[in-house]
């Protein structure tokens, strides 16, 4: 287990200049060093390096941190895998230690370390497989429909291209299990037989799952299949392309937000970095999030499908991505056309000028709202609906004040939000207190005689608070911690403090659907806070949760070396 003295021999050894110095061109002022901000559009140097301090303050939009800091955000790594990169460079082992439990790493237990490793490497295995099987004779009719989709030979050997002959699971050196746990087996059947098959990769560009296509008419199944979720993929969780995206946002170029892997992979054979895409699902909240974090600052563009289905999805992402904070620009296409044949039509100049100049999903809405007709009282009363709607998306901030102003213009008034039902008496009055949920009585005892426990709920409950902090509250969901009682947290916990806390949490969960039961009167549970819920606490994987306490324990030594950093602010 890495301590404080193994993150402070990395930092000695480790000169955040010279790190730094390896993206930004820095000039040495005074004591520090200064240079043009990674993190923001500038033309005057703000980004500010102290080596004495040893950390970075961009003095334009606030970046800072420390050397563990900058590599998680120039790299998209977790804390734990940060330490491990930093710790190679700097020639420094990490400390593993008993911990009642049994040896752990920095990051995970060896257990579940073990089933991600054992799971990339099957991906890897079978990206060659299906690659060697692609350039085969049998890979010939596949050949042929990339050829047709005018998928250069150069995209194919970059995104990982494969064909899946129905037998190529015999030729792998794996066991049936861990084809299932890796998410190429469904029970006995091969997911991916007779199918195109494109690798899916996590943020690092780590292979983690694939998506099928299916080309020929006799395969069975939809036209797409893509893997079940596994121990280094939940679809939900990730977007196909923000590794191949790195480049266009040092770059400070928007994501562009695509419908599909094919629709970003036509983009990029013309030169245009920056596409994402779901991987099997429509965009969620955590993906809205996780574009609102890796953009910085610069709004994404929308590029759907022309049709009915296309439209009403870029309405759904554009909902998502003003809640989370951005302000999106959307590119409308004709009725026939996607994201392929638009840029095959407009090329790559045209393409990108009009990316570049996309206009912003809140300026249409005011542009179609001021076409509307208003005449009647119905049509009226269907543009402000319509106004209202929008409203509704936005959180507080400069982009609310904005669009309001530009609707008082119009409108005259701000609109009612319907979707904001008045609150029942109930419902008003248990809004009115500080906490609607309760730590278990067993827990807080468990808290205050082992610290490490109130630690580790404060973690996850303070995690949970920071990325749902909003949405929780509009429900009356506020996580509740344990104030902690001072001393040393003592070494990391074993496997039966971490099911008591499990217990516990479930129990936390059993509370929350309570509360949306009482809020929800005859109307029922809020159907969204119940799937956040859902996925918070891990319902449909249990053992997720387990792992996300064991991961959490081990960074209490990691990230948090006081206190300050496990208790919430007063």
């Not at 990325?467 to 040393?488: D, K, N, V």
Request: charged content about 25%; glycine content about 10%.
């Amino acid at each position: 287990m890495a301590d404080r003295e193994v993150i402070e021999a990395i930092k000695e050894r480790i000169d955040l200049v010279e790190l730094i110095g390896e993206t930004v061109t820095l000039q040495k002022r005074g004591q520090n060093f200064l240079g043009l901000c990674p993190f923001h559009n500038e033309k005057t140097p703000s980004f500010n390096v102290s080596p004495q301090r040893g950390s970075y303050y961009c003095f334009g939009c606030q970046a800072k941190g420390d050397l563990f800091d900058w590599v998680q955000e120039q790299e998209f790594l977790s804390f734990p895998e940060a330490l491990e990169r930093l710790a190679a460079r700097a020639g420094v082992e990490l400390k593993r230690r008993g911990g009642g439990g049994g040896e752990r790493e920095a990051s995970v237990d060896d257990g579940h370390r073990q089933r991600m490793d054992d799971c990339r490497r099957v991906c890897r295995d079978a990206i060659r497989l299906f690659a060697d099987a692609l350039a085969a004779p049998v890979g010939a009719a596949a050949r042929a429909y990339l050829q047709d989709r005018g998928i250069s030979r150069k995209i194919i050997e970059s995104a990982g291209f494969g064909f899946a002959p129905a037998d190529a699971l015999s030729h792998l050196n794996a066991s049936e299990d861990l084809l299932q746990m890796a998410g190429l087996l469904v029970g006995r059947r091969f997911l991916f037989a007779d199918r195109i098959v494109l690798p899916l990769r996590d943020e690092q560009g780590r292979p983690v799952a694939f998506t099928g296509r299916r080309f020929l008419p006799e395969t069975e199944g939809g036209k797409y299949v893509n893997s079940p979720a596994t121990p280094v993929f939940e679809k939900s969780r990730l977007l196909y392309g923000l590794d191949r995206a790195r480049t266009a946002l040092r770059n400070q170029q928007p994501l562009i937000l695509v419908e599909g892997p094919l629709d970003g992979l036509a983009l990029e054979q013309y030169g245009i970095d920056g596409a994402i895409a779901g991987s099997g699902t429509s965009l969620s909240a955590y993906h809205a999030e996780l574009i609102a974090r890796r953009s910085r600052g610069v709004h994404p563009v929308l590029l759907f499908d022309g049709d009915q289905a296309g439209r009403d999805a870029a309405e759904k992402a554009a909902f998502l991505l003003l809640g989370a904070g951005l302000s999106p620009r959307v590119i409308h296409l004709a009725d026939s056309e996607d994201p392929d044949s638009w840029v095959r039509s407009v090329g790559e100049g045209e393409a990108r000028r009009r990316i570049e100049n996309a206009p912003a999903v809140l300026d249409q809405v005011i542009d179609a709202l001021n076409r509307a007709p208003a005449q009647t009282v119905d049509e009226k009363s269907a543009r402000e609906t319509e106004a209202g709607r929008w409203l509704a998306q936005i959180p507080d901030g400069p982009l609310l004040n904005a669009f309001s102003d530009r609707l008082l213009e119009l409108l005259g008034r701000l609109p009612s939000l319907p979707t904001r039902r008045r609150q029942r008496p109930l419902e008003a009055e248990m809004n009115l207190r500080e906490d609607r949920l309760e730590v278990p009585p067993r827990l807080r005892q468990m808290g205050t005689d082992r610290p490490r426990v109130a630690a580790l709920w404060n973690r996850w409950c303070m995690t949970v608070e920071a990325s749902h902090g909003e949405r929780l509250a509009q429900w009356g969901l506020g996580m509740p911690t344990i104030p902690l009682s001072g001393g040393s947290l003592g070494q990391p916990g074993d496997r039966q403090l971490h099911q008591q806390v499990l217990r516990c949490l479930n129990q936390l969960h059993i509370q929350a659907m309570r509360v949306l039961r009482q809020s929800g009167g005859q109307e029922g549970p809020n159907l969204e806070a119940q799937q956040l819920l859902n996925r918070l606490f891990h319902r449909a994987q249990p053992r997720r949760l387990l792992e996300e306490l064991v991961r959490m324990d081990a960074e209490l030594d990691l990230k948090a070396l006081d206190h300050g950093d496990m208790e919430p602010p007063p």
